[in-house]
């Protein structure tokens, strides 16, 4: 089928990158971009937890630079609410219905929601995109009590931002330790102990049941019956794909749009994936994933853009995801997946300068790198060849 127009959704990292990307394949048709944020160029997200917060950064800093020949046309401020794949439409919230030649879905994700908290209610934040960090940064401009539900990347960096700035600040978490789905028990708690030595009151293993107030949030209750004094509640519990216009096509949709390895939506081969939305076949890992960091989308963008413009030469994506994290003086690299905690290789956390190891069956799987960005790369370059463990112990510096 002839390509003249192609419909990429959402308008972020992923979309914009695969939008460039289509122009750097030779497609010279029209671009159409929709996205329900108005801003564009679009911003980038890291900086929001870091720097936007930190107040270090003009609001302008942060936008992504976009390429000169991507001349989209652009549909701001509006969701896609449906699709049609049979009929190669898409439509919007205000009705307007778009046909395509060829789809790119980069609708990325959102914070996930605890039903049982209001997240309208004054004192309550969430922090996704550009607007809701500015209204975190506003809000901890006095010297509120800061209480943080969620122990993940975001809630421990919001915890380190808030801590820097000197507020009281309190970080809820259900699991034994924080950031312990990405690092394990064992560096959960190295993370926890860094944490605690910079005054924050981690309390792990707690179930939060609501918060409550007068006419703001006063307090977060706990289901033990317990109460943590608020004035400033920041729900951090992890995030959710933005797949819900794709229902009824007929689309695998359990945990993000499942693609096969060059990208492509299973069951549609006019339709690709990319960034935070997407789960595909990772060959190197042997498992599907979908992963929720910044490489992973701009790298998908690029093979996204590349099998919807040249379906007859594919081209397989694997990858070793990464992602990295700023908190205090810890600049915390995680290169691979899952894994085992294995051992300390190099360093110590004395130092907070270290590589820890994670592996499977004894080969390395992972790899946590703290102030130590060059040999990241090293350990990501080993994950490519999935080397024993005992290898590399033997040839360690
Ligand atoms: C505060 C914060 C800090 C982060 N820090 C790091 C970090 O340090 N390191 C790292 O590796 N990663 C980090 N990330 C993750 C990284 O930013 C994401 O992986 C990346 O933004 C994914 O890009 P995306 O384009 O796939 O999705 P998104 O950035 O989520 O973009 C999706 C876009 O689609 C829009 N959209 C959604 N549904 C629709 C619809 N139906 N119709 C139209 N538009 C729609 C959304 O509004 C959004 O603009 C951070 C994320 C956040 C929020």
Same mark, same amino acid.
């Given at each position: 089928m002839p390509m003249n127009r192609i419909v990429v959704a959402g308008v972020s990292l992923a979309g914009l990158r695969t939008a460039e990307a289509l122009r750097l394949e030779g497609f010279t048709g029209e671009i159409v971009m929709v996205g329900e944020e108005q801003l564009f160029p679009p911003y980038d997200r890291p900086p929001l937890s870091k720097e936007i917060l930190k107040g270090l950064w003009q609001e302008d800093r942060g936008r992504l630079k976009v390429a000169e020949n991507l001349d989209p046309t652009l549909i701001l401020g509006h969701?896609?609410?449906a699709l049609r794949a049979s009929d190669n439409e898409v439509e919007l919230d205000d009705g307007t219905v778009l046909t395509y030649d060829g789809l790119v879905i980069a609708t990325g994700a959102s914070p996930k929601m605890?039903?049982?908290?209001?997240?309208?209610?004054?004192?309550?934040?969430?922090?996704?995109t550009f607007p809701e960090a500015v209204a975190l940064r506003e809000a901890i401009g006095g010297s509120p009590k800061v209480v943080i539900i969620g122990a993940g990347w975001i809630g421990c960096e919001v915890a380190a931002t808030?801590? =820097?700035?000197?507020? =009281?600040?309190?970080?809820?978490?259900?699991?034994?330790?924080p950031l312990?789905?990405?690092?394990?028990?064992?560096m959960g708690a190295w993370a926890g102990a860094m944490h605690r030595a910079h005054g924050v009151d981690l309390r792990c293993g707690v179930s939060v049941s609501g918060v409550s107030g007068e006419g703001r949030v006063e307090r977060v209750d706990l289901a033990d019956g317990t109460s943590v004094a608020a004035d400033i509640v920041v729900l951090a519990i992890g995030v959710f794909p933005e797949t819900k216009w794709l229902e009824g096509n007929g689309f695998d949709l359990e945990n993000g749009v499942l693609? =096969?390895?060059?990208?492509?939506?299973?069951?549609?081969s006019n339709i690709v994936a990319a960034g935070d939305v997407c789960r595909w076949p990772n060959k190197m890992f042997n498992r599907t994933m979908r992963v929720e960091h910044w490489s992973n989308a701009v790298e998908q963008a690029a093979v996204a853009a590349h099998t919807l413009i040249h379906p007859d030469e594919p081209k397989g994506y694997s990858a070793v995801p990464y992602v990295w994290s700023d908190q205090y003086d810890a600049k915390i690299q995680y290169v691979g997946t899952g894994g085992e905690y294995h051992s300390i290789l190099e360093g110590s956390t004395e130092e907070n300068k270290f590589v820890a190891a994670y592996a499977t069956d004894g080969v390395l799987v992972g790899a946590l790198c703290v102030n130590s960005p060059a040999r990241m790369i090293k350990y990501k370059r080993f994950l490519t060849t999935a080397p024993q463990m005992d290898l590399i112990e033997e040839n360690l510096p």
């Amino acid at each position: 089928m002839p390509m003249n127009r192609i419909v990429v959704a959402g308008v972020s990292l992923a979309g914009l990158r695969t939008a460039e990307a289509l122009r750097l394949e030779g497609f010279t048709g029209e671009i159409v971009m929709v996205g329900e944020e108005q801003l564009f160029p679009p911003y980038d997200r890291p900086p929001l937890s870091k720097e936007i917060l930190k107040g270090l950064w003009q609001e302008d800093r942060g936008r992504l630079k976009v390429a000169e020949n991507l001349d989209p046309t652009l549909i701001l401020g509006h969701r896609v609410t449906a699709l049609r794949a049979s009929d190669n439409e898409v439509e919007l919230d205000d009705g307007t219905v778009l046909t395509y030649d060829g789809l790119v879905i980069a609708t990325g994700a959102s914070p996930k929601m605890m039903g049982s908290i209001d997240t309208s209610i004054p004192g309550v934040h969430v922090l996704r995109t550009f607007p809701e960090a500015v209204a975190l940064r506003e809000a901890i401009g006095g010297s509120p009590k800061v209480v943080i539900i969620g122990a993940g990347w975001i809630g421990c960096e919001v915890a380190a931002t808030c801590r =820097d700035r000197g507020l =009281d600040v309190t970080i809820l978490e259900y699991f034994p330790q924080p950031l312990e789905r990405t690092l394990g028990p064992i560096m959960g708690a190295w993370a926890g102990a860094m944490h605690r030595a910079h005054g924050v009151d981690l309390r792990c293993g707690v179930s939060v049941s609501g918060v409550s107030g007068e006419g703001r949030v006063e307090r977060v209750d706990l289901a033990d019956g317990t109460s943590v004094a608020a004035d400033i509640v920041v729900l951090a519990i992890g995030v959710f794909p933005e797949t819900k216009w794709l229902e009824g096509n007929g689309f695998d949709l359990e945990n993000g749009v499942l693609c =096969d390895e060059t990208l492509q939506v299973v069951g549609a081969s006019n339709i690709v994936a990319a960034g935070d939305v997407c789960r595909w076949p990772n060959k190197m890992f042997n498992r599907t994933m979908r992963v929720e960091h910044w490489s992973n989308a701009v790298e998908q963008a690029a093979v996204a853009a590349h099998t919807l413009i040249h379906p007859d030469e594919p081209k397989g994506y694997s990858a070793v995801p990464y992602v990295w994290s700023d908190q205090y003086d810890a600049k915390i690299q995680y290169v691979g997946t899952g894994g085992e905690y294995h051992s300390i290789l190099e360093g110590s956390t004395e130092e907070n300068k270290f590589v820890a190891a994670y592996a499977t069956d004894g080969v390395l799987v992972g790899a946590l790198c703290v102030n130590s960005p060059a040999r990241m790369i090293k350990y990501k370059r080993f994950l490519t060849t999935a080397p024993q463990m005992d290898l590399i112990e033997e040839n360690l510096p």
